[in-house]
């Protein structure tokens, strides 16, 4: 496992965050980055197996060989079927002009 | 049975708090009560008694209450009646109910009315189950107290300065508590078996794919399971025939045939094997918890089953690998939380990628940044390999150990928690002593395979314990005979 040993640095939570669309306050940032190197030590112990053998599993039904083939004849038929209602849907929206949702300028002139 | 001196201690239609669906059925289709009647008396028991434990985060009133006057009016005119006719059942706020608030007890949902139901909510309301309102759980049922919802901490009614256990706390103490009949919780990691043992009541996780999803507001998606909370198997067994099966709106819903569950409790459990493994009575389990499993491994041999020791050898790595893969795949997962299509959007932005930032920093809580900042880590260039990789290959190691013990056994049988319920903000602080008491419950999720809590005793103070049966894929009947036959043995 590389980089295990490697702490997390603030600058690595600041990256991360940056990732993830998080913002982080001042008073955030230490917190997260012990945090993170504590659960990180933890997960750690994952490197005493040797997996170099072993197929990685995404999810239970592959596992077990009973996942619905996802070509062919096992899947429905394409038709047109009536949907969830678009003015509701559009009604959730923090800003919406009831065709498009409504977001801070993206693109300056 | 010993009871906490800070157990909840209410009045107001008292009767209901040990009230089963089975029994909430009968009454409204013998005419003893109406539907209508029943549902107004759990609603003044709420108004009463929730103020104590904070398990309801919104009602929904109208609708429970014009579906308890179709149940009334198919009484009246002899109209077939479904299997959970007139039954009041409270649902997790991470599930849909069309035009009520759907929270998953985070601000970041605040003000959103989801404009379509569940199909889990859907089934139990076709087969005319009156739904009483929303539960509180930790926030996008990320955490095992309770203690993460923005709405405030849930208080566990055997006990009320404890924690209920989560994250479906409210669905497992609303039960508890006599404020609905049976309930619906999720679990990812433990989040139905834990709280279920904490307070008290039956909790049962489905096998991965048994019951659909379409409608539950996705935490790891690869983990994430719907299942009842109950007073009794039985019961617990009628919600599962209603909320099993295929679904054309979940694609990951499993078409194996669904069991007969009700009808197969009749069945005797005598000549069943039931294994025990050893990585799940070490060191850190509570000897009093430790003796009340050892005596419903005496009540079945009783009944006739056969006791064997087996093991689990990967058990210790589980707690670390579900921490990579569930916050990996909640990372995923909540990027859509972005004030774009719905919730909260910060008032404070002026730019695209300040209005994603500002609003998920001011709406999501602690538990929830740590893990999205845990997940993007783990899949971020770099750590793939080494992180998400690593889990997703020990995840087979965890459920091959599993398969190779059902070639022996028929269930296993071991705890819940290692510990009983612990009090409010006590555990707060330090996250990975609070991930460890997911130890004995997240083998099971990574691994796919069906399990529930059943009540076993009480602890010298009064603090419920749960006894854990896990059984193989899609055999949630042998399952539920096991816990029928402990449940037997606590009542004599």
Redesign the interface.
Known sequence: MSNQNSAVSLEDVRHVADLANLELTAEELPRMAHDLNAILGHIAQLSELDTSQVEPMAQVAEALGIAPATAGETLRPDVVKPSVDRAAVMSQAPESDGRFFKVPKVIER | MPESPNALKSTVNNDLSTLTLAEARAAVVSGTTSATALAERYYERIAAVDPEINSYLALTKDRALAQAASVDAAVKSGAPLGPLAGVPIGIKDVLTLKGAPATAASKILNG?????DATAVAKLEAAGAVLLGKLNCDEFAMGGSNENSAYGPVHNPRSLDRVPGGSSGGSAAAVAAGLCAASLGTDTGGSIRQPAAFCGVVGVLPT??RVSRYGLIAFAS?LDRIGPFAHSVADAATLLEVLAGTD?MD??S???PVGSYSADLAKPVAGLRIGVPEEYFGEGLDPEIRAAIEKSLDDLRAAGCSIQKVSLP?T??A???Y??LATAEA?SNL?RM????????SAE??????????S??EA?G?EV??R???G???L?A??YD??Y?????????L?RDFLTVFNDVDAIVCPVTPTPAWKLGEKTED??QM?LEDIYSVAASL??ICGMSVPCGTTKDGLPIGVQVLGK?FDESTMLRVGAAIEAAQVK
């Open positions: 959103y009315h989801p404009p379509y991965y794919g690869s054309t694609s990951t499993s078409a194996q990967h210790s790595y707690v670390p690998t921490y990579v990372s990027s972005d004030g774009v299509r719905f919730g909260h959007r932005a002026n730019t695209l990628a300040n209005m994603y930032r500002k998920r920093d999501f602690p940044k740590r999205i900042l845990l993007t880590y783990v971020s770099g750590y080494a992180y990789r690593k889990a997703q290959q020990v995840r087979t190691l459920t996250p990975i991930y691994a796919g894929h």
